[in-house]
C-alpha cells in the first residue's frame, strides 16, 4: 500500500514538472518577416523552406556585423544564439572571418517584433521595449496550455523563449492620478490614505507632496487622511518642492534600471547635473576598446529631451564618432567635449517621448553611436 502511494506521488510530480518545463514557442525573423519555428534547433534548410527562401540564395545570420554569419542548410541552427536572419546571393556569400559581434535578437509581443542585442530581458524591460499599458499581463508562450505569466520584476531571458502575448487585467476599482489609471494590481483598494495615493507616482518620498482630490470639488488630502473611493476618482499630486528644474528621482530610477543590469553609471548634481556612462564597449576590435560618456540632464527633464553626448577631452574617438566637436568643459574633475551627436532629432532614434525615453534608453543610443564609429 505504502508503495502503491509513493508511486502516485512520483507521477503527480513528474506530471506537474513536465507542465513546468514545457518548452517555449520560437520564432525567426527572416527578411524582417517573423516566421514560428516548431523549436529552438532546427536546420538551416528548414528556416529557408518557412521563410520561402530560394535555393539560389543563402542564410545569413545578422550580427550587425561586416561578418554576419553564413550558415549551411544541412546546419543545426540554434535560435538562443540569434533568431535574426537575411538572404544574399550565393555569390556574395563568400566565408569570412570569425563573428565576433553579439547577434540581433528578435523578441515578438502579440505578433508585433522588436530587435533588441539584450538578451537579459525583465516583465519591466518588455513593457518599456514594446510600450505596453501598465493593465496587461505579460505571458511567455509554451508548448503547453499552462503559459508562463512575466511579473514586472520578473526574469525574462531570451534564452527561455522569444514569443510572448498579453491579457488585459480586469479590475473593478481604479483611480487615475496625473493622468495615470490605477487598479488593484498597483495597491489601489476601496480605502486609501493621502500618502497612499501618492506614493503611486511619487514613492521615493510621498509625504513631500500636496494631494487634491479632483473629482470631489479639488478636496485637498492630507498625507493621513482615509478616505472612501467613490470609483472612478481623479487625483492630482504635486511635489511641494522641485529642485535644479528636473526630477531627480526619475533620473535615478532609470540608472537603478541600468545598473541591475551590469551597468556603472554616476549621477554627478554638484557641477552638473550629469550622467557619466563609464566604461562603454566600443565596436569589437577597434582601439580605444572603450570610454566613458557624459550626458547632461536637461533642463525640465524628463519633459526636456536628452541630447548630445560629451567624450573625455583628447579621446581618440574624437573625429570618429558621429558628430562634430563643439565646447569643452570640466566636471568632477575631468575635461570633457562636447560632440553634436542628436539621435532624438533627426539622428535615427523615434521622436523623444518622455513616458518610454530615458537615460535608460539613451545607453542604446550611446552604444549604436560607439559602435559605428569609423
Known amino acids: 500500500m505504502t508503495t502503491v502511494h509513493a508511486m502516485k506521488v512520483d507521477g503527480a510530480a513528474n506530471e506537474a514538472c513536465s507542465l513546468r518545463e514545457a518548452p517555449p514557442k520560437w520564432s525567426a525573423l527572416v527578411d524582417d518577416i517573423l516566421v514560428p519555428m516548431p523549436q529552438r534547433r532546427v536546420l538551416t534548410k528548414l528556416i ?33 544564439d540569434g533568431n535574426v536572419f537575411y538572404r544574399l546571393p550565393k555569390c556574395d556569400g563568400q566565408p569570412r572571418a570569425k563573428c565576433t559581434a553579439p547577434p540581433k535578437l528578435a523578441i515578438s509581443v502579440d505578433d508585433r517584433v522588436e530587435v533588441t542585442m539584450n538578451p537579459h530581458q525583465t516583465g519591466r524591460s518588455l513593457r518599456d521595449l514594446f510600450s505596453l499599458h501598465r493593465h496587461v499581463r505579460i505571458v511567455r508562450d509554451v508548448e503547453s496550455p499552462d503559459d508562463v505569466q512575466i511579473g514586472t520584476d520578473d526574469l525574462a531571458a531570451f534564452g527561455d523563449g522569444p514569443v510572448f502575448y498579453t491579457r488585459k487585467v480586469e479590475s473593478r476599482l481604479s483611480i487615475t492620478v496625473n493622468s495615470q489609471i490605477f487598479t ?122 536628452i541630447d548630445g553626448a560629451y567624450l573625455p577631452a583628447n579621446s581618440p574617438l574624437i573625429g570618429r564618432v558621429v558628430g562634430s566637436p563643439q565646447h569643452q568643459f570640466t566636471i568632477d574633475g575631468r575635461g570633457w567635449q562636447l560632440i553634436s551627436y542628436h539621435p532624438h532629432n533627426g539622428g535615427g532614434a523615434p521622436t523623444w517621448n518622455p513616458m518610454k525615453h530615458g537615460f535608460h534608453t539613451y545607453y542604446g543610443e550611446l552604444l549604436s553611436w560607439l559602435h559605428n564609429a569609423k
Request: glycine letters at 10%; charged letters at 20%.
Open 48 to 80: 529557408r523552406d518557412q521563410a520561402s527562401v530560394p535555393v539560389e540564395y543563402v542564410i545569413v545570420r545578422d550580427h550587425n556585423s561586416p561578418d554576419d554569419v553564413v550558415l549551411d542548410d544541412d546546419q543545426v541552427v540554434d535560435l538562443a
Open 184 to 305: 488593484a494590481q498597483d495597491g489601489v483598494r476601496q480605502t486609501m490614505t493621502g500618502a497612499q495615493i501618492a506614493a503611486l507616482v511619487f514613492g521615493d518620498n510621498p509625504q513631500a507632496t500636496k494631494i487634491t482630490w479632483q473629482s470631489n470639488g479639488d478636496r485637498e488630502i492630507g498625507q493621513t487622511d482615509s478616505i472612501h473611493l467613490l470609483g472612478c476618482d481623479v487625483f492630482h499630486v504635486t511635489r511641494c518642492e522641485v529642485i535644479g528644474g528636473y526630477e531627480r528621482s526619475r533620473v535615478e530610477l532609470e540608472l537603478m534600471r541600468l545598473r541591475e543590469g551590469g551597468a556603472e553609471v554616476s549621477f554627478i548634481t554638484a557641477q552638473g547635473p550629469a550622467v557619466i556612462f563609464h566604461a562603454m564597449p566600443t565596436r569589437p576590435g577597434s582601439t580605444p576598446a572603450s570610454t566613458d560618456v557624459l550626458v547632461q540632464v536637461p533642463s525640465g527633464y524628463p519633459g526636456g529631451m
